[in-house]
């Protein structure tokens, strides 16, 4: 149980165009969910918590306007990147809490060119 | 902030127990967690210890957790190469804005050999 899932799992864009990444819970409602950024080689680093029917909490240096995050409904949160840029470039990785516990998607692979 | 700490590399002999140990700030920490992460894959979820507890045993896998020195250890026995992964310890935040928050260690680069 508690399977997370994620789509695409690799994306390739030109430099200025948007990246819709979908981040589904298959078994569980999740009332909240998390986006994460993951650089080569490094530990995750979170970028805003998605709370379903209300506005995303981004971290402090996240542009909330860049990286746009739905949660409309209890299985389905979006990130939108907008504008991509090569520097957008990284593995996107959410989670679904479900009875105290994260569970990740396997994750999207963005490469922007 | 709260702040979670590993060591980068651990390399051991398949078949012999392999010992990874994480240290973390927040005393007040509800749930510590342990991940395993393969080339290009997202988070598994391999075990979680509530911080009131000192002992979790999940088949291979012994969660050993020092609330006093605020060390947390995993251990698996006879290890495999399959084994072979990044581990990510996470402790979550227990309360305010950062509630339900997870903060990670570097991971532990695991390489098992033959």
Same mark, same amino acid.
């Given at each position: 149980?508690?399977?997370?899932?994620?789509?695409?799992?690799?994306?390739?864009?030109?430099?200025?165009?948007?990246?819709?990444?979908?981040?589904?819970?298959?078994?569980?409602?999740?009332?909240?969910?998390?986006?994460?950024?993951?650089?080569?080689? /490094?530990?995750?680093?979170?970028?805003?918590?998605?709370?379903?029917?209300?506005?995303?909490?981004?971290?402090?240096?996240?542009?909330?306007?860049?990286?746009?995050?739905?949660?409309?409904?209890?299985?389905?949160?979006?990130?939108?990147?907008?504008?991509?840029?090569?520097?957008?470039?990284?593995?996107?990785?959410?989670?679904?809490?479900?009875?105290?516990?994260?569970?990740?998607?396997?994750?999207?692979?963005?490469?922007?060119? | 902030?709260?702040?979670?700490?590993?060591?980068?590399?651990?390399?051991?002999?398949?078949?012999?127990?392999?010992?990874?140990?994480?240290?973390?700030?927040?005393?007040?920490?509800?749930?510590?967690?342990?991940?395993?992460?393969?080339?290009?894959?997202?988070?598994?979820?391999?075990?979680?210890?509530?911080?009131?507890?000192?002992?979790?045993?999940?088949?291979?896998?012994?969660?050993?957790?020092?609330?006093?020195?605020?060390?947390?250890?995993?251990?698996?026995?006879?290890? /495999?190469?399959?084994?072979?992964?990044?581990?990510?310890?996470?402790?979550?935040?227990?309360?305010?804005?950062?509630?339900?928050?997870?903060?990670?260690?570097?991971?532990?680069?695991?390489?098992?050999?033959?």
């Amino acid at each position: 149980g508690a399977v997370v899932s994620q789509h695409p799992s690799r994306v390739i864009c030109k430099s200025g165009t948007s990246v819709k990444i979908e981040c589904r819970s298959l078994d569980f409602q999740a009332t909240t969910m998390f986006w994460y950024r993951q650089f080569p080689k /490094q530990s995750l680093m979170l970028m805003a918590t998605s709370n379903e029917g209300s506005k995303a909490t981004y971290e402090q240096g996240v542009e909330k306007d860049k990286f746009l995050i739905n949660h409309a409904s209890l299985t389905l949160s979006t990130l939108t990147v907008t504008s991509a840029h090569p520097e957008d470039s990284s593995f996107y990785i959410c989670s679904g809490d479900h009875l105290d516990t994260q569970y990740f998607g396997p994750g999207t692979r963005l490469t922007v060119l | 902030g709260e702040d979670v700490e590993q060591s980068l590399f651990l390399s051991v002999r398949e078949g012999d127990s392999s010992v990874i140990n994480c240290t973390y700030t927040d005393s007040s920490s509800t749930y510590l967690y342990w991940y395993k992460q393969e080339p290009g894959a997202g988070l598994q979820l391999l075990t979680y210890i509530f911080s009131n507890m000192d002992m979790k045993q999940d088949q291979r896998l012994t969660v050993l957790l020092n609330k006093k020195d605020k060390h947390l250890s995993l251990r698996i026995a006879d290890t /495999q190469t399959g084994d072979s992964a990044i581990y990510f310890c996470a402790e979550k935040e227990a309360g305010g804005t950062s509630y339900g928050k997870l903060t990670f260690g570097q991971g532990t680069i695991l390489t098992v050999h033959p």
